[in-house]
């Protein structure tokens, strides 16, 4: 009975098995109707193929004209940026990465961007000011950046001169060298300027006078008052701004439109406190030169109705602050400026005779710095020091040491360290007798001085 079973479930699997071999040997048997079928049409292959290269061809010519279009848009944009180190500062996918956030600002826009990048702009003092004010508008695009500074670094300005390190300061850096380093990694695209040496009478137009706006990074106001003087000479626009300790001051001059720099000073009395003596805090450097970066760019993105008309001045340890209206015809104040058609004309008068030979100035401009034993010679004349001769006719007479920014003298007999710069000007530390100073210029200086052929 059991065999009977197992016999019928073996018939049952082999008839499965082979209905099964039947409908593949089916499927076997279609598949090569079809093989045979595509055999038999190979003109309608030829067909397609053919139809699938001209769609190809199509194709590539549509990208090939893409491209050359997208080329010439580019070379386009290109040839209507501002000339500069880099040739042309255009809008590349990669500048618009760089501003992107900065023109998704309503003020600001392409059209904003646009003008900063033609504009041109010069930075008097590169100290702790100057410093932060090049940082903010080199990496805003301005186009073209002018650093004027005649100082070197020293440790002491670390603190609060953010472009400084103490491998600047170990050399004696000069400020402007040590900035246009710094600044050229932050944006390569900007046009870098670094003019080593103070700003004088004789320089003033020569310096400026391609400019567009003028920021104030200096702690002098003989610098402030010739600022103001070519300013109304030249009708350009400028910046002041000031710190000292907690409180800090900044205030945009227009001429023809607010009094001056000379008039508002004199109304109200205010002294010059220097930094060196009264100290300073690195937070009020950076709120003053923040405001005044701003101010900066609302007037080279033209929105002057949205310049500040006042002068404004802040405590930040007391958290005060005033201002000062600054208008002609200010409801505030009403203060009328008296300078506007006097002072531009004797900035003038003054260089031209400086380069006669006048007697309009002294010689020399002796000064005891703020820093103790400390005194400063600067020559009123165009000079220019021939370095390398001045250290081979001093190497006799005591230690030297030289860059090619400027030469170090330790006369062997005495304690004074004199620097001197290609400029005429020279330091001396460890003196305070103005006339002793003054004498050891003219000893020292004297036979190795050249009149410069630039006047401005």
């Not at 003989?222 to 000031?242: A, E, F, H, M, Q």
């Not at 005591?398 to 007999?413: D, K």
């Not at 000007?425 to 007798?433: A, I």
């Amino acid at each position: 009975m059991w065999e009977k079973q197992e016999m019928q479930s073996r018939e049952g699997r082999l008839g499965t098995l082979e209905k099964q071999e039947s409908q593949v040997g089916q499927k076997s048997k279609k598949f090569q109707k079809k093989q045979v079928s595509h055999q038999n049409q190979p003109n309608q292959v030829k067909q397609v193929n053919k139809v699938n290269q001209q769609n190809q061809q199509n194709q590539q010519n549509q990208q090939n004209q893409q491209s050359q279009q997208s080329q010439q848009s580019q070379q386009s944009q290109q040839s209507q940026c501002k000339e500069g180190n880099h040739q042309k500062h255009g809008y590349s996918e990669i500048d618009t990465r760089r501003y992107d956030r900065q023109m998704r600002v309503r003020n600001i826009g392409q059209d904003g961007q646009e003008k900063l990048c033609s504009s041109r702009i010069a930075i008097v003092g590169m100290g702790a000011l100057g410093c932060m004010l090049a940082q903010h508008l080199v990496r805003s695009g301005v186009g073209y950046v002018r650093l004027i500074d005649g100082d070197t670094v020293e440790l002491s300005n670390l603190q609060r001169q953010l472009l400084y390190d103490e491998a600047d300061a170990a050399v004696c850096k000069p400020k402007v060298i040590a900035a246009a380093d710094k600044l050229s990694c932050i944006n390569s695209q900007v046009e870098l300027s670094a003019i080593f040496t103070e700003l004088h009478a004789w320089n003033a137009r020569e310096l400026l006078a391609d400019i567009d706006l003028i920021l104030d990074g200096s702690d002098r106001m003989d610098t402030r008052l010739l600022l103001n003087d070519v300013s109304l000479k030249l009708d350009i626009p400028w910046i002041y701004g000031g710190v000292v300790r907690d409180e800090g001051m900044y205030a945009v001059f227009q001429p023809s439109r607010t009094i001056c720099f000379r008039c508002l000073f004199a109304s109200h009395g205010w002294e010059s406190h220097a930094c060196r003596t009264q100290g300073v805090l690195s937070p009020a450097v950076a709120v003053t030169s923040s405001y005044q970066a701003m101010e900066a760019i609302k007037l080279l993105t033209g929105a002057t109705d949205a310049v500040t008309p006042y002068a404004h001045y802040f405590s930040m340890w007391e958290d005060f602050r005033y201002r000062i209206d600054l208008r002609q015809d200010g409801k505030e104040q009403r203060m009328v400026c008296k300078c506007a058609q006097r002072d531009h004309e004797k900035v003038e008068m003054e260089a031209e005779l400086i380069h006669r030979g006048g007697l309009a100035v002294p010689e020399l401009d002796v000064r005891l710095l703020c820093k103790q034993g400390k005194v400063q010679i600067t020559s009123l004349r165009p000079l220019t020091l021939n370095l390398q001769e001045l250290a081979e006719q001093l190497a006799s007479k005591g230690v030297i040491e030289l860059n090619r920014y400027r030469l170090r003298f330790r006369p062997g007999s005495m304690t004074v360290q004199l620097t001197f710069f290609f400029d005429g000007r020279v330091f001396m530390d460890g003196l305070s007798d103005l006339e002793e100073a003054r004498q050891l210029y003219l000893r020292y200086v004297g036979q190795h001085a050249g009149r410069s052929e630039s006047t401005g």
